[in-house]
């Protein structure tokens, strides 16, 4: 058993147990075995990657909702956070969004070996997510190394149902950020973001940005990325 990882779970009054550890020491394994032939995540080693993976992953657990949930995991990539939050919260329906079809691949084929009933694979955009069946759907909407929070608020806060939030797992530069998207944020029906501080053993910075969602997403966003054309919304 890793005591970090009980450590971070435990802030958020949460006990892991035997199989869970086995579970996400499992899902590294199948990570960093992939990665050996695909590009999933720059970390190599198994130490920094329990540490950046699955630690970080676990710092979110405070930050959503006691009860049972819906949560998207937005650019999910090798399945981070997502994949480490489905093992703590097996209450929680976590869906990852991954558009690059071999990584969706990977996620799958993770979820099945790891028997998580819990966790949905949809390899598309962002964009097409929230604006099909599965829009102002979710309790909470997740993103880890994405993109700038001007973006980030286009993609996500239309994914989340009134009353829920956007968390945005975000480093050094993330007040100047937010700054940036403080409008965006509210024409998409954003409140006022409040910044968690992180800890986390040899990381510095580390924040998680949580932007409520208090009125419902205009119809006409997201724009669809062919319309969007890199422009930022606001701007």
Request: with cysteine; aromatic share 4%.
């Amino acid at each position: 058993m890793n005591p970090l990882w009980s450590e971070i779970a435990g802030r958020a009054g949460i006990s892991l147990g035997d199989a869970q550890h086995a579970l996400l020491e499992r899902y590294l394994d199948l990570l960093l075995l992939t990665n050996q032939k695909m590009n999933l995540t720059r970390i190599t080693d198994p130490a920094a990657a329990a540490l950046q993976h699955v630690g970080d992953s676990l710092t979110v657990l405070p930050y959503l909702p006691k009860a049972a949930c819906k949560i998207a995991d937005v650019g999910s990539g090798g399945g981070v956070p997502g994949i480490p939050l489905a093992i703590a919260r097996p209450d929680a329906a976590v869906t990852l969004i991954e558009s690059t079809k071999k990584k969706a691949l990977f996620l799958r084929e993770t979820a099945a070996a790891l028997e998580l009933k819990n966790l949905t694979v949809l390899d598309l955009r962002v964009e097409d997510v929230a604006l099909g069946q599965w829009r102002e759907s979710f309790d909470v909407a997740i993103a880890r190394a994405v993109g700038s929070m001007i973006w980030l608020a286009e993609w996500c806060l239309p994914l989340v149902k009134k009353g829920g939030n956007v968390l945005a797992m975000k480093g050094e530069k993330a007040a100047e950020d937010l700054a940036a998207a403080k409008k965006t944020i509210r024409i998409l029906g954003g409140g006022n973001a409040v910044v968690h501080p992180v800890i986390l053993p040899g990381s510095d910075h580390r924040v998680i940005v949580e932007i409520p969602k208090v009125a419902i997403t205009d119809k006409r966003f997201p724009r669809p990325a062919s319309a969007a054309k890199g422009k930022p919304l606001g701007f």
